[in-house]
């Protein structure tokens, strides 16, 4: 039986990040666990014939100082190109650049005037009235009945696959720019001066895609402190052991817990309380499969550089594409580009699988990317040399209206057993990658 003073499961980002601070602050006593044969979690890159497709599109950016020195100065230095943000929306048959609530200069009249009209009826009913009760209600009163028709509501309901009005809104700060009147009247009436958001400028890997971050923590993790293919399959709380499919046992003094925690739960047998166990039950979460288009040539249909799009028209599958050959040649063979479409799905928006190569194909030639003959695959003269489908699975928490009671009382439940719950679905939060990786700094500097 092997005894360590923390043991942290899952080498994502954040079970990663969590080892390497163990590392630097002289906790070598530790031992990290991944069920799989390989590190990164949802931050992987695959490689389908020389082309490169991250687990969905990922980029790096940060308003934490520590997290950009620690991303940009001892993980991966001198191997990272800034990129101004090239994104756009897709509606009424063209693309406007994102936000699309500042950025509606060159739509139709009647568009531009009902987002103008709604955007200023919401804000002269804003004083005095009461918080919205749902996700749905915040749109609307946030952006008015224009934008919100308009843009954001379809899209929401693309990308989450779930009723707006039965999701909180407490998670959307610094995630969605709410622009004042001043900024929207200019978009309307002239082409984009600035970008709004905190990824308006991002940084990618130059090579090894996504993928490149994971490996650049193992640079920093002695031998011996990571079993891979070490599926947990029992854990006991109470006397502080994890049980892996080979038979081996753990003990730990703390544990650090990245898994899902419906995931973590549901390891632990019936010994967590009916409430706990229920509470875990009802957590809710989407998922997202990914269409990887490799295509021969070049060039795309597009009159604008662009890294990524938005797709609120619900006649199309697709609720994001991107580019990834934009992001770095590394990601393409040379002469070559790429596609990536994101396709959410859940328990009340399913999607059929076997589906979705057809249907993102029939939405890139809907939108203009591609013409009927390019959408074809090589053989038959079109540019098309593969279109594979993944599937992540979960993706998106979703902030349904009990997520804070039930997280409030899956957490107090852990930490009373020593048990660090930490990262996008180990704390069950909306988090991004230097999210992450501060959630595992954070849960190592606790174990001091």
């Not at 597009?302 to 050959?325: E, G, N, Q, V």
Request: glycine fraction near 8%.
């Amino acid at each position: 039986m092997d005894r360590k003073r923390v043991l942290v499961l899952g080498a994502g980002l954040t079970g990663l990040s969590a080892a390497y601070h163990l590392e630097q602050a002289g906790l070598g006593d530790y031992l990290l666990l991944e069920r799989e044969t390989e590190v990164g979690g949802l931050a992987r890159t695959r490689d389908r014939n020389g082309f490169r497709f991250d687990h969905a599109i990922h980029i790096l950016y940060t308003r934490d100082a520590y997290a950009a020195e620690l991303i940009c100065d001892r993980l991966l230095p001198g191997r990272l190109r800034r990129e101004v943000r090239e994104s756009y929306c897709y509606t009424n048959g063209q693309f406007t650049e994102y936000p699309y609530q500042t950025n509606t200069y060159g739509l139709p009249t009647e568009i531009v005037e009902e987002n103008i009209e709604g955007l200023l009826k919401a804000r002269a009913a804003a004083d005095g009235g009461p918080p919205p009760a749902h996700f749905e209600q915040w749109i609307l009163a946030t952006f008015g009945s224009g934008i919100a028709r308009n843009f954001m509501l379809p899209y929401n309901r693309k990308q989450w696959a779930w009723d707006l009005r039965e999701m909180a809104y407490d998670w959307i700060e610094e995630r969605v720019p709410v622009p004042d009147v001043r900024e929207v009247l200019l978009g309307a009436l002239q082409p984009p001066r600035r970008k709004f958001g905190p990824n308006h400028e991002f940084w990618y890997p130059t090579e090894g895609g996504i993928g490149a971050l994971p490996l650049a923590f193992l640079e920093h993790l002695p031998e011996g402190r990571l079993g891979l293919g070490a599926e947990v399959v029992a854990i006991d709380g109470v006397r502080h052991a994890a049980r892996l499919a080979g038979g081996e046992v753990v003990r730990y003094e703390r544990l650090i817990s990245t898994l899902p925690i419906p995931a973590l739960v549901a390891l632990m047998g019936e010994d967590p309380p009916p409430a706990v166990r229920a509470a875990a039950a009802t957590l809710r979460s989407n998922r997202v499969y990914t269409v990887d288009v490799s295509l021969r040539g070049s060039g795309l249909r597009l009159d604008k550089p662009m890294h990524w799009a938005y797709f609120p028209d619900d006649t199309i599958s697709f609720h994001r594409i991107s580019f990834p050959h934009r992001f770095s040649e590394w990601m393409v063979p040379a002469g070559c580009s790429s596609i990536q479409a994101e396709i959410s799905a859940s328990a009340v928006r399913p999607r059929e699988a076997g589906r979705l190569v057809e249907e993102t194909l029939r939405g890139l030639v809907a939108v203009g990317l591609l013409d009927p003959l390019e959408a074809r695959p090589v053989a038959e003269g079109g540019r098309v040399l593969s279109a594979d489908v993944d599937c992540l699975d979960p993706a998106y928490v979703i902030y349904d209206l009990e997520h804070r009671a039930n997280v409030g009382i899956l957490h107090d439940y852990l930490l009373d057993l020593q048990i660090d719950n930490r990262g996008r679905f180990g704390s069950w939060e909306y988090l991004n990658m230097d999210h992450a990786i501060l959630s595992g700094r954070e849960a190592a500097l606790a174990c001091r």
